[in-house]
């Protein structure tokens, strides 16, 4: 499929917004290392197997 040079498709004009909405960082948001969110979820299921494992 070709595309004219005149054509615009809104690709990166209809992301602009996520863009810079996810850019912008709050100085009062909670801060948590992404090891802590990973450490969480491998205990978290853990967790839900061995109470699996016991029921």
């Known amino acids: 499929m070709r595309m004219d040079r005149g054509q615009n498709t809104g690709g990166l004009m209809s992301s602009a917004g996520l863009v810079r909405y996810f850019d912008a960082e709050d100085s009062n948001a909670i801060q948590i290392d992404p090891k802590t969110v990973i450490a969480t ?14 029921a």
């Open 41 to 54: 979820g491998v205990m978290i299921g853990i967790l839900v197997q061995l109470l699996t494992f016991a």
